[in-house]
């Protein structure tokens, strides 16, 4: 029951951006954070629900690696990307808006959701924003 | 990264009820007993101690055994885990964010080019 959402506009169209976050080719580029690298042959995309998504990150440093497990659960191009991890149950919906012109906006929703509490109704009732939350910790651990 | 594990599930769920969080900020500035931190809510006091034992399971808060009135203690240990993960887990795609920006930015220049 936590909720994270993250926003970026880029300048760039739509169709382009949802591409990056669905071809390997692109994914190469960006998936892997600071520090990191995600080789080509360490991406797995099959892009339809029910799909593989999996990704190895490699630690630049120490060559420690980090796999992501993921199954996509719903694909809508240009608009919408949804993947499930299995092993923590975290849902991770990425939404591409076309801003107009060249710029597009990506919002990246990730919720951590319990059995109990699939079917969208429900998460809408239960999930809390989390990321206003990290705020409010931050003021009861200083 | 993205992995989470149990407790720290636990501590995800204890903190999606604002009861709790008001509890918690109570905590946050000093022990306090059940019967101190029922003081600002209607609520019973079998309420409020459902809501102490789930914050005391997974770790967020403690209570001593000996003490007649057993006043409650914030874990801040537990607090700071999950403000970490949540830090952690905003700083991957604030980077993975910079990274597709100038791979996006490549990629056009090269094709106008």
């Known amino acids: ?7 970026r506009v880029f300048d760039a169209p739509r ?9 390997p080719g692109h994914l190469t580029h960006f ?6 690298s995600t080789p080509l042959d360490g991406i797995t995309v099959d892009p339809r629900p029910g799909g593989v998504f999996e990704t190895v990150m490699i630690n630049d440093a120490d060559g420690h690696s980090y796999t992501m497990r993921a199954v996509y ?6 608009e919408r990307i949804v ?3 299995p092993g923590s149950g975290m849902i991770t919906t990425s939404t591409f808006t076309d801003l107009g012109g060249t710029r597009t906006e990506v919002r990246i929703h990730q919720a951590d959701v319990p059995d109990s509490f699939r079917s969208p109704g429900d998460q809408a009732r239960f999930l809390t924003s989390l990321d206003r939350f990290a705020a409010y910790l931050e003021t009861l651990v200083s | 990264m993205t992995v989470v594990d149990d407790r720290l599930d636990a ?5 999606a009820d604002p009861t709790r969080r008001a509890i918690l900020a109570h905590l946050a500035t000093g022990d306090a007993t059940v019967n101190e931190l029922a003081e600002p809510f209607d609520m019973t006091l079998p309420g409020i101690s459902k809501h102490l034992k789930v914050l005391e399971q997974c770790g967020l808060i403690s209570r001593t055994r000996r003490a007649q009135f057993r006043p409650c203690h914030l874990e801040r240990e537990r607090l700071d885990a999950a403000a970490d993960w949540i830090e952690t887990n905003r700083r991957i795609w604030a980077q993975r ?6 791979h996006l ?7 106008h080019g």
């Open chain 2, 11 to 15: 501590t995800f769920a204890a903190l």
């Open chain 2, 97 to 102: 964010f910079d990274k597709l920006e100038a």
């Open chain 1, 83 to 85: 993947w499930s991890e």
């Open chain 1, 15 to 23: 169709e382009l951006v949802f591409r990056c976050m669905l071809e």
């Open chain 2, 105 to 111: 930015r490549d990629i056009q220049d090269t094709g």
């Open chain 1, 1 to 7: 029951m936590a909720e994270l959402t993250y926003t």
């Open chain 1, 73 to 78: 659960t719903e694909i809508v191009p240009p």
């Open chain 1, 31 to 36: 998936w892997g954070p600071a520090g990191t």
